[in-house]
């Protein structure tokens, strides 16, 4: 039951958001065309909801290791300099997260001191601004689980290379 919540956490979470966020532009479109009732409040919930999707999504391309590289770059090295080079932009970009997690509990903190609402919902905004922390921390997470599987299950952190030739055929 754990490996599954492991695995799927991200992608369940991240869909729940972009169904939210799809459902609230649908619903405000009805509402402005249709009946000539525009709402503000669903906007800001589709803004919310889109925030968290992005802020889930990056974890989930770092767990699947998807992120956007310039993986032909690499791959025009021998194996164990795109190894390292692999290894050392994976520490710069657990250096940034690690950085980007602590900074957003600083300016979260921020918001249980002052109280700040947001003007359509009346929702105080450390709540929205927890996707920054959820996010930027899964991230750092899945980092060093990409690492410990790595090291401990030898499972591979530079994705295969397809063959275009294949794909063709």
Same mark, same amino acid.
């Given at each position: 039951?754990?490996?599954?919540?492991?695995?799927?956490?991200?992608?369940?979470?991240? +869909?729940?958001?972009?169904?939210?966020?799809?459902?609230?532009?649908?619903?405000?479109?009805?509402?402005?065309?249709?009946?000539?009732?525009?709402?503000?409040? %669903?906007?800001?919930?589709?803004?919310?909801?889109?925030?968290?999707?992005?802020?889930?999504?990056?974890?989930?391309?770092?767990?699947?290791? %998807?992120?956007?590289?310039?993986?032909?770059?690499?791959?025009?090295?021998?194996?164990?300099?795109?190894?390292?080079?692999?290894?050392? %932009?994976?520490?710069?970009?657990?250096?940034?997260?690690?950085?980007?997690?602590?900074?957003?509990?600083?300016?979260?903190?921020?918001?249980?001191?002052?109280?700040?609402?947001?003007?359509?919902? +009346?929702?105080?905004?450390?709540?929205?601004?927890?996707?920054?922390?959820? +996010?930027? +921390?899964?991230?750092?997470?899945?980092?060093?689980?990409?690492?410990?599987?790595?090291?401990?299950?030898?499972?591979?952190?530079?994705?295969?290379?397809?063959?275009?030739?294949?794909?063709?055929?």
């Amino acid at each position: 039951m754990l490996s599954k919540i492991e695995r799927h956490f991200e992608e369940v979470l991240a +869909g729940t958001f972009v169904v939210i966020m799809c459902t609230m532009v649908f619903l405000q479109v009805v509402m402005r065309y249709v009946f000539s009732l525009p709402t503000s409040w %669903s906007d800001e919930i589709a803004i919310y909801a889109m925030l968290w999707s992005v802020y889930i999504s990056v974890a989930w391309a770092v767990r699947e290791r %998807s992120h956007i590289r310039v993986m032909n770059f690499i791959n025009l090295f021998p194996k164990k300099v795109a190894l390292a080079i692999t290894i050392f %932009s994976d520490f710069i970009w657990f250096c940034f997260g690690f950085l980007m997690t602590w900074q957003s509990i600083l300016l979260n903190i921020t918001f249980w001191q002052d109280r700040y609402q947001s003007p359509a919902l +009346g929702i105080e905004q450390k709540w929205p601004y927890m996707c920054l922390i959820l +996010g930027f +921390g899964l991230m750092t997470l899945r980092i060093v689980q990409v690492y410990y599987l790595w090291i401990k299950h030898d499972v591979p952190i530079i994705p295969e290379q397809v063959d275009a030739d294949k794909h063709h055929a």
